[in-house]
């Protein structure tokens, strides 16, 4: 990561999808690099089938709460509140997107959520 010029960020544990991550910050967006705690859970699953890859992506929104009315709409029962690395989001599970896991966030500037 280094050699690219990006930086290593925190670590975090990603217990919704039993495995542990590393922030690494590239230009104006993040990469988070994850792997499986204790071999179970939704990434080892991911990684039995794959030799790796995108595993989800994470989407910044101007407000969750419209985001989330409109999924619902659409997806209905699919869409899952939860706690996220990042905050308060919503998540889309693979089976709802074709493989990868999407979470939707509200835009975060200096530690607040921007409005």
């Known amino acids: 990561w280094r050699s690219m010029e990006f930086k290593l960020g925190s670590r975090m544990s990603l217990p919704f999808l039993k495995a542990q991550g590393r922030r690494v910050i590239a230009g104006a967006g993040d990469v988070l690099v994850v792997s499986p705690i204790r071999g179970r859970g939704p990434v080892a699953a991911f990684l039995e089938r794959h030799e790796g890859g ?10 969750l ?25 919503i998540l889309l599970e693979p089976s709802v997107t074709h493989g990868v896991w999407i979470e939707f966030v509200e835009r975060v500037v200096g530690g607040r959520v921007e409005r």
Do not use: D, W, Y
Request: some cysteine; charged content about 15%; glycine content about 12%.
């Open 65 to 89: 709460r419209a985001t989330e009315a409109c999924l619902r709409a659409n997806l209905g029962s699919s869409v899952h509140r939860m706690a996220g690395a990042f905050g308060p989001a």
């Open 54 to 63: 995108i595993v989800g992506v994470t989407i910044e929104v101007q407000e």
